[in-house]
């Protein structure tokens, strides 16, 4: 649930594959939304989150939906939408086709709220250079796993692209250093070691890791 904490106060949010709801359910219970979409590309998990919903007293303010990603949903001012439990390939999938579905521009004011499971330097690129704005990172430890919690809002955008550091480890943990950062630094240079063989370049982060950690 550490993904909670980066959702700002909002008229809606939509929780794309959803994980029985309880996040969805959690947000609307402490007056983050007001409102929730909750999503799931299957049939069952969407009945399960539309279950626990309602179990919750939450249902009347949740519209749970049986779709693949956003199709079929049209986003509004002030949205915030959370992807999370996929890998980033997918993410750039779902968000590169809600893009083409509104026509290149996505409405103002919406922010993004992404925990990709793998693939988190494509996914930052690939963010980079379709008008999304990093406002902040969060590093997430669930039973030694390290994952990267996202914060973004879209405006279209394309600020110069980010170093191989930044795509790696992430532009906003690079400058907040926020909690966790020297185990999510450690555990990152250990993984790099391993891909080193096949991308060399991977040394010039290890090399900076190095630096970091000795400050």
């Given at each position: 649930m550490d993904i909670v904490a980066l959702v700002p106060p909002c008229p809606r949010v939509l929780d794309i594959g959803s994980d029985h709801g309880h996040v969805t359910?959690?947000?609307?219970?402490n007056g983050v939304a007001q409102t929730a979409v909750a999503t799931d590309i299957h049939a069952d998990p969407a009945e399960i989150t539309r279950r626990y919903l309602r179990r919750q007293g939450t249902i009347d303010r949740a519209t749970v939906i049986h779709t693949d990603g956003l199709h079929g949903i049209t986003l509004a001012e002030g949205d915030v939408v959370i992807l999370s439990g996929l890998g980033g390939l997918e993410m750039i999938r779902i968000l590169s086709e809600a893009l083409d579905g509104h026509g290149g521009a996505f409405p103002a004011k919406i922010r993004f709220i992404l925990q990709p499971q793998r693939s988190a330097e494509e996914l930052r690129i690939f963010l980079n250079r379709s008008g999304f704005v990093f406002e902040k990172e969060k590093i997430s430890i669930d039973r030694d796993?390290?994952?990267?919690?996202?914060?973004?809002?879209?405006?279209g955008s394309t600020p110069a692209e980010y170093s191989l550091g930044e795509r790696v480890l992430g532009p906003c943990i690079l400058r907040d250093k926020p909690d966790g950062f020297t185990r999510y630094l450690t555990h990152q240079k250990n993984v790099l070691k391993k891909h080193m063989r096949a991308r060399p370049e991977l040394s010039e982060v290890i090399h900076e890791i190095d630096l970091l950690l000795q400050i």
């Open positions: 359910s959690w947000l609307l219970e796993k390290y994952y990267c919690i996202l914060a973004l809002v879209w405006n």
